[in-house]
């Protein structure tokens, strides 16, 4: 990734694209150029809303509609992109310029086969017989490593992983040897290992095959694992540009810093003396089995969500549940929410057992375990408003309705929003400020022990920073106890005292942050460390 | 913003609104300015519309005032297309409601009976229940809402069904909300949309459907709806044209009047398209 040449495959030139009226701006993209050179990977990097895919959109054709170029011009091998008609477009897109998208099974048609669709790729352009291209699809299989390619070829979509499915949808962008690739956030969705795996093949592809990238990421972990180039963009504009290594190193721009400095750091967490407290919550051999009912031609399918699951967590402790999609980690938050019933096992809280209560029994007991959504768009109710969203739980449990409303307006200033967004609506509020309300939520009922499940995942990074800083001064403030859950090792490091680390439904290891990070016990925990992207990076050590 | 305030931003709405007072005024006033039955004979048949003064919209075959007729038959009509309408939705919403929220065997069961009573082809139904507790207001009422109702329940447990498992739900729950509570302040606030939607249509279709009770003669005998005066004009709908147009004109509009009405409410109901305006 370092021969760069001076081939320029594209080159963006004061490209300004316009948003319809009514938007939060009047440019998604204002005055950008930057130029993409053969065999490298160039990065461009921001936060939702930075504009930073419009160009890419803009390159492939495929803006959405009432959003429209306005100013400059896109030049693909000496073409302008943007005076072309949609059929010379239509030409262009596969043959000439590949892209991947975010989220593999919703690119991928469900009701065909791997095979089929990449064929089509090939179909679409008339290349080949109907017979050279599932060869030629074979071939691609193979060379982006989906293990058992035979097999791959004949199945649908859903049959794949994640990380499988993306690859396939490499293999589709790579079909007619692009001679630049777009990739738009292609392993945001994936966990950090596939995601360390993917980051891994599109360099080796990229490098074999000497392609340009265009790598669209809001992740600098992940810039710092690919990027030959990077380019920032912050409100539509480019707050940045050059050389990946010095921009890491040493960004110039405020907000550049500011955006590295946010990343959850890799440095290994401090020591946290939490001393010998009696436990809070006791959980001792939980098990819970998912099982989906078998039909006429296929077997019941059982799934092992939490297999002999014991954990402690003392008064005042945060607990990290560390572990990818599939390793039980939410099931074990949503049992101790009691959310799910757990199959067996004991959940006591203060020596109560939680896990067998039922009916009206266990709805008064629920004030004392509260939780965090991941998603905090789905999380608010968007049919009422904010302050009742929150006074609903005391007034469920007998405050009335007025104090209730009162202490939300308390909270809502507790955590940075101020007592007057009681009279607004969710949709108002943009996902950090709706993360903030459902933390406001969950200490109405001053709950001894919060559920944070992926708290912070579905937010950008700087806000993510923020939310956390919130977290960690309400846990000193309050003397909280957390059991926060998430697939980002650095997230946990920085908030958890103590880490478990969870896979197929079992705790495989646990310990003090400190010590997970310095000294794993089992190779998984070494595998998630190893696969956290930019770890050997200067990003390390400026954070 | 008021609630009306944020109504009226939908222009659409507020012409609908004007629409349906404009009815009711017609019914409320039919009395007072044609206080007698409108089922008298009170000049020669067959006399076309704006030809004779009193007689704006002519007379029909027995020698009928339509305009008579028609400001009668508005009262019948709007109270058998709201009243009917009321009744299914009482109906139809708990019980797609509790099938949707707790699924399982209250699901099953109450899925069962609906089916039991979709199985049967509505006018059908409609017309045997009319017949049995015999042509009145009141039984057209009934028999209306009793066919109309399972597809509201359908729809409400299929509305149910995906919001339940949403995160806010969750969070209700969480916070101890009882079922009920969740039921009526987390869930169904998040369905008026849909339910508003298919109730000024229902309204539509119940208007629709006493027409098509009185055509066959099901009609209650005492009083005039718009529905008989087409059906009786049927027979000469070729040599008088307004004997049946006026009082479609007056169904077309209503039901006209009641979409436009459903579609402001549910633009005024939902915060989020109120305040963007």
């Given at each position: 990734?370092?021969?760069?040449?001076?081939?320029?495959?594209?080159?963006?030139?004061?490209?300004?694209?316009?948003?319809?009226?009514?938007?939060?701006?009047?440019?998604?993209?204002?005055?950008?150029?930057?130029?993409?050179?053969?065999?490298?990977?160039?990065?461009?990097?921001?936060?939702?809303?930075?504009?930073?895919?419009?160009?890419?959109?803009?390159?492939?054709?495929?803006?959405?509609?009432?959003?429209?170029?306005?100013?400059?011009?896109?030049?693909?091998?000496?073409?302008?992109?943007?005076?072309?008609?949609?059929?010379?477009?239509?030409?262009?897109?596969?043959?000439?310029?590949?892209?991947?998208?975010?989220?593999?099974?919703?690119?991928?048609?469900?009701?065909?086969?791997?095979?089929?669709?990449?064929?089509?790729?090939?179909?679409?352009?008339?290349?080949?017989?109907?017979?050279?291209?599932?060869?030629?699809?074979?071939?691609?299989?193979?060379?982006?490593?989906?293990?058992?390619?035979?097999?791959?070829?004949?199945?649908?979509?859903?049959?794949?992983?994640?990380?499988?499915?993306?690859?396939?949808?490499?293999?589709?962008?790579?079909?007619?040897?692009?001679?630049?690739?777009?990739?738009?956030?292609?392993?945001?969705?994936?966990?950090?290992?596939?995601?360390?795996?993917?980051?891994?093949?599109?360099?080796?592809?990229?490098?074999?095959?000497?392609?340009?990238?265009?790598?669209?990421?809001?992740?600098?972990?992940?810039?710092?694992?690919?990027?030959?180039?990077?380019?920032?963009?912050?409100?539509?504009?480019?707050?940045?540009?050059?050389?990946?290594?010095?921009?890491?190193?040493?960004?110039?721009?405020?907000?550049?810093?500011?955006?590295?400095?946010?990343?959850?750091?890799?440095?290994?967490?401090?020591?946290?003396?939490?001393?010998?407290?009696?436990?809070?919550?006791?959980?001792?051999?939980?098990?819970?089995?998912?099982?989906?009912?078998?039909?006429?031609?296929?077997?019941?399918?059982?799934?092992?969500?939490?297999?002999?699951?014991?954990?402690?967590?003392?008064?005042?402790?945060?607990?990290?549940?560390?572990?990818?999609?599939?390793?039980?980690?939410?099931?074990?938050?949503?049992?101790?929410?009691?959310?799910?019933?757990?199959?067996?096992?004991?959940?006591?809280?203060?020596?109560?057992?939680?896990?067998?209560?039922?009916?009206?029994?266990?709805?008064?007991?629920?004030?004392?375990?509260?939780?965090?959504?991941?998603?905090?768009?789905?999380?608010?109710?968007?049919?009422?408003?904010?302050?009742?969203?929150?006074?609903?739980?005391?007034?469920?449990?007998?405050?009335?309705?007025?104090?209730?409303?009162?202490?939300?307006?308390?909270?809502?200033?507790m955590v940075g929003l101020g007592a007057s967004a009681v009279e607004r609506?969710?949709?108002?509020?943009?996902?950090?400020?709706?993360?903030?309300?459902?933390?406001?939520?969950?200490?109405?009922?001053?709950?001894?022990?919060?559920?944070?499940?992926?708290?912070?995942?579905?937010?950008?990074?700087?806000?993510?920073?923020?939310?956390?800083?919130?977290?960690?001064?309400?846990?000193?403030?309050?003397?909280?106890?957390?059991?926060?859950?998430?697939?980002?090792?650095?997230?946990?490091?920085?908030?958890?005292?103590?880490?478990?680390?969870?896979?197929?439904?079992?705790?495989?290891?646990?310990?003090?942050?400190?010590?997970?990070?310095?000294?794993?016990?089992?190779?998984?925990?070494?595998?998630?460390?190893?696969?956290?992207?930019?770890?050997?990076?200067?990003?390390?050590?400026?954070? | 913003?008021?609630?009306?305030?944020?109504?009226?931003?939908?222009?659409?709405?507020?012409?609908?609104?004007?629409?349906?007072?404009?009815?009711?005024?017609?019914?409320?006033?039919?009395?007072?300015?044609?206080?007698?039955?409108?089922?008298?004979?009170?000049?020669?048949?067959?006399?076309?519309?704006?030809?004779?003064?009193?007689?704006?919209l002519g007379t029909d075959t027995m020698g009928r005032n339509v305009a008579?007729?028609?400001?009668?038959?508005?009262?019948?009509?709007?109270?058998?297309?709201?009243?009917?309408?009321?009744?299914?939705?009482?109906?139809?919403?708990?019980?797609?409601?509790?099938?949707?929220?707790?699924?399982?065997?209250?699901?099953?069961?109450?899925?069962?009976?609906?089916?039991?009573?979709?199985?049967?082809?509505?006018?059908?139904?409609?017309?045997?229940?009319?017949?049995?507790?015999?042509?009145?207001?009141?039984?057209?009422?009934?028999?209306?809402?009793?066919?109309?109702?399972?597809?509201?329940?359908?729809?409400?447990?299929?509305?149910?069904?995906?919001?339940?498992?949403?995160?806010?739900?969750?969070?209700?729950?969480?916070?101890?909300?009882?079922?009920?509570?969740?039921?009526?302040?987390?869930?169904?606030?998040?369905?008026?949309?849909?339910?508003?939607?298919?109730?000024?249509?229902?309204?539509?279709?119940?208007?629709?459907?006493?027409?098509?009770?009185?055509?066959?003669?099901?009609?209650?005998?005492?009083?005039?709806?718009?529905?008989?005066?087409?059906?009786?004009?049927?027979?000469?709908?070729?040599?008088?044209?307004?004997?049946?147009?006026?009082?479609?004109?007056?169904?077309?509009?209503?039901?006209?009047?009641?979409?436009?009405?459903?579609?402001?409410?549910?633009?005024?109901?939902?915060?989020?398209?109120?305040?963007?305006?």
């Open positions: 990734m370092t021969d760069v040449t001076t081939e320029t495959v594209l080159s963006i030139r004061e490209l300004s694209i316009a948003l319809p009226k009514g938007a939060d701006r009047a440019l998604a993209v204002e005055g950008v150029s930057y130029e993409v050179m053969r065999g490298e990977i160039m990065c461009v990097v921001g936060e939702s809303g930075s504009g930073k895919s419009m160009a890419a959109n803009a390159i492939m054709g495929l803006l959405p509609k009432g959003v429209n170029a306005t100013q400059g011009e896109v030049l693909f091998e000496g073409q302008d992109l943007l005076a072309l008609s949609e059929k010379q477009h239509r030409t262009l897109r596969g043959l000439k310029i590949g892209m991947i998208f975010q989220e593999p099974m919703t690119a991928l048609n469900p009701l065909m086969r791997v095979g089929a669709q990449i064929a089509e790729v090939f179909e679409a352009h008339d290349q080949l017989t109907p017979k050279e291209r599932q060869a030629r699809a074979l071939e691609l299989l193979i060379e982006v490593g989906i293990p058992q390619p035979e097999k791959a070829i004949r199945a649908y979509p859903f049959e794949l992983s994640g990380g499988q499915r993306q690859r396939v949808m490499i293999a589709m962008a790579l079909a007619l040897e692009p001679t630049l690739l777009i990739a738009d956030e292609p392993t945001t969705a994936l966990d950090v290992t596939t995601q360390a795996q993917i980051l891994a093949l599109i360099r080796d592809l990229q490098q074999r095959r000497g392609m340009a990238v265009m790598f669209i990421t809001h992740d600098f972990g992940v810039v710092a694992e690919i990027a030959s180039r990077v380019c920032v963009m912050r409100h539509g504009k480019i707050v940045e540009l050059g050389d990946a290594r010095s921009v890491l190193k040493n960004p110039q721009d405020a907000y550049t810093q500011a955006l590295i400095a946010a990343i959850p750091s890799n440095a290994v967490p401090p020591h946290r003396d939490i001393g010998q407290v009696a436990p809070l919550l006791e959980i001792k051999r939980l098990q819970k089995v998912f099982r989906s009912r078998g039909g006429w031609f296929k077997p019941a399918r059982e799934v092992h969500a939490l297999n002999d699951v014991s954990l402690t967590l003392a008064r005042g402790e945060t607990v990290g549940i560390v572990g990818e999609s599939g390793s039980g980690k939410s099931t074990l938050g949503r049992c101790v929410v009691r959310l799910e019933h757990p199959d067996s096992g004991e959940l006591l809280l203060d020596g109560v057992n939680l896990s067998q209560l039922k009916g009206d029994a266990l709805r008064r007991e629920r004030h004392r375990v509260q939780m965090i959504f991941q998603d905090p768009y789905a999380s608010l109710n968007p049919r009422t408003k904010v302050g009742m969203a929150i006074a609903q739980g005391p007034i469920a449990n007998g405050t009335p309705k007025a104090a209730a409303l009162k202490r939300a307006g308390e909270l809502l200033d609506y969710p949709h108002e509020f943009s996902g950090g400020q709706r993360q903030r309300i459902g933390i406001a939520r969950a200490l109405a009922l001053d709950p001894e022990l919060i559920v944070a499940d992926e708290a912070v995942s579905a937010l950008d990074v700087s806000i993510q920073a923020q939310v956390l800083e919130l977290l960690e001064e309400l846990k000193q403030r309050l003397s909280l106890s957390l059991l926060f859950i998430t697939h980002d090792l650095r997230v946990a490091a920085q908030l958890c005292d103590r880490i478990v680390v969870m896979q197929h439904g079992r705790i495989i290891e646990q310990g003090s942050a400190e010590q997970i990070f310095l000294a794993p016990r089992e190779a998984y925990t070494q595998d998630l460390l190893d696969a956290i992207p930019g770890r050997e990076a200067p990003v390390a050590a400026t954070a | 913003m008021s609630f009306f305030a944020r109504f009226a931003q939908n222009r659409g709405a507020l012409v609908g609104l004007v629409i349906l007072l404009l009815m009711i005024a017609m019914a409320v006033l039919a009395p007072v300015l044609f206080p007698e039955s409108p089922w008298r004979m009170v000049q020669r048949p067959f006399l076309p519309p704006f030809s004779q003064e009193g007689f704006l008579a007729g028609l400001m009668h038959g508005a009262w019948v009509s709007l109270l058998i297309g709201l009243v009917s309408t009321c009744v299914a939705l009482l109906i139809g919403v708990p019980l797609g409601a509790i099938a949707g929220y707790y699924g399982g065997l209250v699901d099953d069961a109450l899925m069962r009976f609906t089916e039991f009573f979709q199985t049967i082809p509505n006018f059908a139904l409609a017309i045997v229940l009319v017949a049995i507790m015999q042509p009145s207001v009141t039984s057209i009422v009934l028999a209306i809402a009793i066919v109309s109702w399972p597809p509201v329940a359908r729809l409400v447990r299929a509305e149910f069904m995906s919001l339940r498992n949403r995160e806010y739900v969750e969070a209700a729950r969480l916070v101890g909300q009882s079922n009920s509570t969740i039921i009526l302040r987390q869930i169904l606030p998040n369905t008026l949309s849909p339910i508003i939607v298919l109730a000024s249509l229902m309204v539509a279709t119940a208007i629709l459907l006493e027409s098509a009770l009185s055509f066959l003669g099901l009609g209650d005998p005492n009083v005039m709806s718009w529905g008989y005066m087409i059906g009786a004009a049927r027979t000469v709908i070729r040599q008088a044209w307004w004997l049946s147009f006026f009082p479609g004109l007056a169904i077309l509009l209503t039901v006209l009047a009641l979409n436009l009405v459903g579609e402001g409410l549910d633009d005024a109901l939902n915060p989020k398209l109120s305040r963007e305006r």
